[in-house]
């Protein structure tokens, strides 16, 4: 057994002794910033939304993602007053989290701090950080809890020591409450230290057997409610499925431009530096597993993204401090043209002439909330008296659900129910509500369980902007044939 005279530091204190370069606090300083200064523009993500009204349920478990980002949305909620502002301060801390881990792993790695400095640059600068830590989603504290759990290895690996695998145990297992995602790296960490002979000494440890049981402790929670519940993610990766042709077909081009085209070099480089190092091989097998799996899968083109940390880190480090002299200008330079794409600068009407959509398609998805439920409300104030009383707010999607519980009840709305993922599982509308305001639902699922169903109103965001809401029907059903108990297995939709 491997044993080692140094205390391994927790993962905070790690960041802190570990990151002693003024230049790279400065950088995470400014990218906190940058997202700040513009979390205001725009409004909510449709996921935002979501994950606003899951805080209201919490549970061990939701029908697509764990408990983290749910909890960390009705605290944030908490603390500052429910504000859009407030909510983007938590992925904002999130990116300069992730300069200052890919930082230290730059140290930990030997780079000096130029090598650090350039390292925090190309993590500040990368397109698809400036966009994913835009908003409260799981992605942000997904790529959070890998550089995490990557820095633990780095520290596990570069000291021998074995105790860090505690860190690695834990910091990956509240990765999992996040999102399932992290899963694949643990995976490919194994596969780096069976093909590492060199590193595999560090397998023979009462403490990897520790970090395994505080993993699964802390993953377990979200499990047994999926079993609980019929395994409901089961459904979710069946709709995503659905998406991986299409998925593979962009997938290495959006490896390069969410990483922003110029800082290319510096992660190949990081992979190629870490498979010739007897030790990191571990961690360059992962990454370029990691990269290749979610191809071969047909995963979304940014689930790999938090193991750019590591990449950044050790490209950083492979260069000499000559290479380092010239390169922070030029991911500068390409920050300031990612971030056009990445985040909300042009004013909202412009999505209708520039394609930024096409790149980044979720800015699209940031409007429109508020006139989208006050045009809903203005259908259900059309109602006569006798029917308002007995009528419910349906959405076909769990954002329109999300608007609906954010922005309804200033409008006069009553509560609203979906079928749309863990919506479904808050229930049905009551049994005494035969009348529905129903938003954006299949007419045909409408007229199954209505004897009446006529079109109220059609949602124009007035920006000429091609979102997913841009024409949805807004309908008002009567008479319904059935109670809601024997019509809602038909509304669910986990997608």
């Not at 000096?112 to 950080?129: I, K, M, N, V």
């Not at 699209?364 to 409300?377: N, R, T």
């Not at 509308?429 to 079109?455: C, E």
């Amino acid at each position: 057994m491997i044993t080692c005279a140094a205390r391994p530091a927790t993962a905070p204190a790690a960041v802190g002794n570990a990151v002693k370069s003024r230049a790279v606090w400065l950088v995470a300083a400014a990218a906190f910033g940058i997202e700040m200064a513009v979390s205001g523009r725009y409004g909510y993500f449709r996921d935002e939304l979501y994950f606003l009204a899951a805080g209201q349920h919490l549970a061990w478990g939701y029908v697509d993602q764990p408990a983290l980002t749910p909890l960390l949305a009705r605290v944030d909620a908490l603390l500052t007053g429910n504000t859009l502002v407030g909510l983007r301060a938590l992925p904002a801390l999130g990116l300069a989290a992730l300069v200052l881990l890919t930082a230290a792993m730059a140290r930990a790695l030997g780079a000096g701090r130029g090598g650090q400095l350039l390292a925090a640059l190309a993590t500040a600068c990368c397109a698809e950080y400036l966009g994913a830590m835009h908003e409260l989603t799981t992605t942000p504290v997904d790529f959070v809890g890998w550089a995490a759990t990557l820095l633990a290895v780095t520290k596990l690996l570069r000291r021998s020591d074995p105790r860090w695998w505690l860190a690695v145990g834990g910091l990956a297992g509240l990765g999992m409450d996040a999102k399932w995602n992290i899963g694949f790296l643990v995976a490919a960490l194994g596969l780096g230290f069976a093909v590492t002979p060199s590193a595999r000494p560090l397998l023979r440890s009462r403490y990897l057997v520790g970090a395994a049981v505080l993993f699964a402790v802390l993953a377990a929670p979200d499990l047994v409610w999926q079993a609980l519940h019929g395994w409901p993610n089961f459904a979710v990766f069946g709709h995503l499925d659905q998406q991986a042709w299409a998925n593979r077909a962009l997938y290495w081009p959006i490896q390069v431009l969410y990483t922003s085209v110029v800082p290319v070099p510096l992660w190949v480089a990081g992979i190629a530096w870490a498979l010739r190092d007897a030790r990191l091989r571990v961690v360059g097998v992962a990454a370029v597993a990691v990269i290749v799996a979610q191809f071969v899968l047909g995963g979304k083109g940014y689930y790999p993204g938090g193991v750019y940390t590591f990449c950044f880190a050790a490209g950083a480090t492979a260069l000499s401090g000559r290479a380092l002299r010239g390169r922070a200008g030029l991911y500068c330079a390409a920050a300031a043209v990612s971030a056009v794409i990445a985040l909300p600068l042009l004013p909202a009407a412009a999505l209708a002439r520039f394609p930024v959509q096409k790149v980044n398609y979720d800015l699209g998805e940031e409007i429109g909330w508020p006139s989208q439920v006050a045009l809903a409300a203005r259908a259900y104030d059309s109602l006569p008296a006798s029917q308002r009383t007995v009528a419910a707010v349906v959405a076909g999607n769990y954002g329109e659900a999300g608007a609906v519980d954010r922005y309804g009840a200033a409008l006069g709305l009553p509560p609203v129910y979906s079928g749309a993922n863990n919506y479904w599982l808050w229930g049905p509308p009551p049994a005494r509500d035969t009348v529905a305001v129903a938003i954006n639902v299949d007419p045909a699922l409408l007229r199954r369980w209505f004897s009446s169903v006529r079109v109220a109103a059609v949602y124009r965001n007035g920006l000429g902007v091609s979102d997913d809401e841009e024409g949805a029907v807004i309908y008002i059903a009567s008479g319904l044939r059935a109670p809601w108990t024997a019509a809602w297995p038909s509304f669910r939709d986990y997608s």
